[in-house]
């Protein structure tokens, strides 16, 4: 089987961090591993399958040699070097939210529109997490009874916005059990013990940018502009895993039994739904597969045709360097790269 040179751009990020774990996991056909990072990070070395990688300087030369390129190094870092790699023939598997809405660039979760890759698309914009495992859930249902509108509530884990952000979790919670105030330097208010309702920056029409990404992204992925989406992000105080709650009004009637048979055949879908015995997805359980779960199905009562959906991932992996790594593979498979 052919070996590919790969890179990693923003390598020693939280989600940088997890593509090298999933490249190595997934077996991935590597022939040589390049990790790029900020002059920062210059000299740290990062473990592959038990070798020490040296971390690089990402400079405009970094990609002699590259076929495939995974970034996840920022909106700025990808819109001055993805075209730089593309240039070069490089395939581009961008994390940030810089191309995604670029009408030459493929928004792609490979569960859902995997043929929207093509030869000639070298910069593929990795979807946003919360709209990705979101997606996952809902294409079956989409396929089977045409969705007309999703209104989604999400809780989101503060590894989204990073590892420092993780750390200023961790550190608040110690600092309040001691009796001192809490520092808060990446949330804007304490995120330990308390909910954050704004998720990214505020936009004019006083949603947030988070929320904004949620409905431009889910009709682009879904090839269809016609579905209405409406959505509030939350930022609560779990490490790892975002949680949904997802409700839908379809076109045609869906039953809970139905639904719930759906997801269960569905790629990369994992139910877990079972009130008696008290099973729904959880954060702390989630945390490490790659998986979106789904469970708390059931029929909206207020509607002809309505469901409501408890939907969870790893944002770090479905929602970030898993998919990346998926689209790569899909690549292979479809003989693209
Ligand atoms: O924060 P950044 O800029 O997105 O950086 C992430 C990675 O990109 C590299 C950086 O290397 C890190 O590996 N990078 C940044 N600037 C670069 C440059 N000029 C660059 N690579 C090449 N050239 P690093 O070695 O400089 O960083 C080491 C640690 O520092 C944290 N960090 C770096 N820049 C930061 C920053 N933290 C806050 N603000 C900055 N401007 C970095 O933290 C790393 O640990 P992190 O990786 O945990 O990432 C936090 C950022 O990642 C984004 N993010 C998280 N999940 C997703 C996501 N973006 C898109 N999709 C996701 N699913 C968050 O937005 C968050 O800002
Ligand atoms: O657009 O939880 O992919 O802070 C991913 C992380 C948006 C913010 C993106 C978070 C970002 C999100």
Redesign the pocket.
Known sequence: MKKYNVAV?????????EMIRMLEVRDFPVENLRL???????G?KLKYKGQNIL?E??KKDSFKGVEIALF??????SKE?APIAAAAGVFVID???AWRMDKDCPLVVPEVNPHDLSKDKKIIA?P??STIQMVVALKPLHDAARIKRIVVSTYQAV????????VELAEQVKAIEAGREPECK?FPYQIAYNVIPQIDVFLENGYTKEEMKMVNETQKIMGDGSIKVTATTVRVPVMRGHSECVNIETEKHLTAVQARELLAKAPGVIVVDDPSTKKYPLPVYCEGKIETFVGRIRQDESIANGLNLWVVSD??LK???WNAVQIAEELIKQKIV
């Open positions: 751009v923003g390598a020693t990020g939280a989600v940088g961090n790029l990072a900020s002059v920062r990070s210059v740290k971390v300087e990402l996840s190094a920022g909106g700025s870092i070097f994390n940030s939210s990795n946003n997490c590894s989204g916005a990073g590892h420092k952000a993780m990446i944002n770090l929602g970030a360097a």
